[in-house]
């Protein structure tokens, strides 16, 4: 296994060009038996991508395009998605260990009741997509990806890192986030500002932080007021 820093967060990345792994090419991620396994699935373009009950074992997925996705009760350990299009995305209580997504296009994904371990989104697009009861059990890393108007709601974020990261409108709800990394990262117009208690960031982030609640509190500046 590679691995690869952020901060204080090294996340582990599936190693797939060992020598000796054979990456055998196949025509669907699907299987009767439940697993697939030393696999290498490209150059596709779906109607839909539906898993469910299903394990995906040290494998590549690249070039994929599909118009629906839905991964339900999934488990997807040492595999590597690059320059895939899953707008979209529906992924829920599945396990993600040791998975990156690279250059890959996920917008208005719904990720729920997912845990994540190892797990790396690099100069992904995320806009618009929702996170709810996220569980980060290991390194978890965001870097250069667009979170645009995305949401976090009732997640332990504990272990992650957001870096260099486009955060215009994210939302952060109620959740666990003592500890999140949010150096490096513009974060003049957060949402849910107050609940992101003992967090990572800057002495320099402070104002944006400041800039971020005036805004979210709507409060109203005594100098703009009409004089009566």
Do not use: W
């Amino acid at each position: 296994m590679d691995d690869i820093t952020f901060g204080r967060v090294t996340v582990t990345l599936p190693h797939l060009n060992e020598p000796g792994l054979y990456l055998s090419n196949v025509t669907t991620l699907g299987s009767a038996r439940g697993i697939v396994q030393n696999f290498q699935y490209c150059d596709a373009d779906l109607r839909a991508l539906d898993l469910a009950e299903t394990r995906l074992v040290t494998g590549r997925v690249s070039n994929i395009r599909a118009d629906r996705v839905q991964l339900d009760q999934v488990r997807l350990d040492s595999v590597e998605f690059d320059t895939c299009d899953l707008a979209t995305a529906r992924i829920t209580d599945s396990k993600l260990s040791r998975v990156v997504f690279r250059n890959c296009k996920i917008m208005g994904a719904a990720v729920t009741g997912t845990t994540l371990d190892n797990v790396l989104f690099d100069n992904c697009k995320l806009d618009y997509s929702t996170f709810e009861q996220v569980r980060v059990t290991g390194p978890v890393a965001f870097t250069k990806c667009a979170l645009v108007e995305a949401s976090f709601t009732g997640c332990d974020l504990g272990g992650a890192v957001l870096d260099a990261c486009t955060l215009r409108l994210t939302e952060f709800g109620r959740g666990k986030y003592q500890g999140l990394d949010l150096r490096g990262n513009d974060l003049t117009t957060l949402r849910g500002v107050a609940n992101l208690g003992k967090v990572l960031i800057d002495r320099t982030q402070r104002a944006e932080l400041a800039e971020a609640l005036v805004a979210e509190l709507d409060v109203t500046f005594g100098d703009t007021l009409d004089d009566r």
